[in-house]
């Protein structure tokens, strides 16, 4: 089967249209997480979401929307700390993803058997997205998408002078706190596609990747994107025609194009 026929089927449509969806939020939000230095949030609310995970499994709830909640729940923990105590961020988060991490280790050891659901959030599956999956991704990364074109301005400003965003009226307090959530929500999201261990690729590379070509922020915004929607579709093929993981595929296709990038400056240097 050939890949325009593979893409009609409903699981493969259903992957390529929570794809797209989060290759859109996942880059855009990320060029301001390259601007600030915060690759590591990422990572850590990730990691973090594992005790979320636990609590669903063990609840019954759903551990989607359990991570969702812890993940968010961290963000503002690390928010309070960082505004409160003389740690730097990078500190904080170390020791609250480790803490909430092994919290959920801890949580899951207590249901035996195999968990098939924590392997998907570990190392991403996003050939089983459901239905309701979709919508749940589709509503958050709608709003989130809104909600960043609307403040990009403020976003910028805070990530490349705060002191100066604070001088020309921005509430910087109150949209640091906007600027966690939001990162955190989004991270969770990107687990269903990339999974723990691999969701912050799609948040750094994609920017970082854009960042070497682009003349401009706006320039690096909508090649952020563009690269990000590039590597779903290439890792979703690829994977699917060599039968290989999917969230490594998509990870390795980012990165795949991040290093043409480095060549293609190079090759301007001379």
Same mark, same amino acid.
């Given at each position: 089967?050939?890949?325009f ?9 259903k992957?390529?249209?929570?794809g ?23 990572d850590?609310v ?16 759903? /551990? ?30 170390g020791?609250?993803?480790?803490t909430a991490?092994?919290v ?11 968990q /098939? ?35 990009r ?20 307090g ?10 955190s929500?989004?991270?969770v ?10 969701? &912050? ?6 920017? &970082? ?5 682009a ?19 290439t ?36």
């Open positions: 089967m050939d890949i026929t593979a893409f009609q089927l409903p699981f493969l449509q992957a390529l249209f929570a797209l969806a989060l290759g859109l939020i996942l880059p855009f939000l990320g060029v301001f997480v390259t601007l600030r230095n915060m690759s590591f949030f990422g850590g990730a990691h973090a979401s594992l005790a979320g995970v636990a609590l669903g499994v063990l609840s019954g709830a759903d /551990p989607f929307l359990s991570a969702v909640g812890v993940g968010i729940l961290v963000g503002i923990v690390i928010y309070l700390l960082e505004h409160k105590t003389i740690l730097a961020p990078d500190a904080l988060i020791v609250l993803f480790t991490f092994s959920g280790l801890v949580l899951l050891s207590l249901q035996r058997g195999y /098939p659901e924590l392997m998907s959030f570990l190392f991403g599956n996003i050939l089983t997205i459901n239905s309701y999956d979709l919508l749940v991704i589709t509503i958050f990364s709608g709003l989130i998408f809104v909600i960043l074109a609307f403040t301005r403020q976003l910028t400003m805070l990530a490349l002078d705060k002191e100066s965003a604070w001088l020309s009226g921005i509430r910087t109150l949209f640091d706190f906007f600027f966690y959530i939001i990162l929500v989004t991270i999201l990107g687990i269903k596609l990339l999974g723990i261990i691999l969701v &912050s690729a799609l948040l750094v590379i994609p920017p &970082s990747t854009a960042k070497l070509l003349r401009s922020l706006r320039g690096m915004i909508l090649g952020s994107i563009v690269g990000g929607e590039l590597a779903v579709i890792g979703l093929a690829v994977s699917y025609l060599l039968d290989f993981p999917t969230g490594a595929v998509i990870v390795l296709s980012a990165a795949a194009f991040f290093f043409c990038a480095i060549l293609v400056r190079a090759c301007k240097t001379f």
